[in-house]
């Protein structure tokens, strides 16, 4: 598999996660709507940028994954 379709396939089980989290209510439709938009523009934050606008979205619920 390329790292592209690695990518490609992290995105959509951690998008499956999220959909999950806001079934259980620990996430937002919101939240999960920017977390889906954050991962659309995944390509313009460094790593350490990504993760801090991850935690700022969920609240920090995403410290979790670390």
Do not use: P
């Amino acid at each position: 598999m390329t790292l592209f379709g690695e990518l490609e396939r992290t995105k959509v089980v951690f998008i499956d996660t999220c959909r999950n989290l806001v079934e259980l209510g620990q996430l937002s439709k919101n939240e999960y709507y920017e977390i889906c938009d954050l991962l659309d523009r995944l390509e313009e934050y460094d790593n350490e940028q990504f993760k801090a606008e991850l935690s700022r979205i969920s609240k920090g619920l995403s410290d979790l994954i670390d």
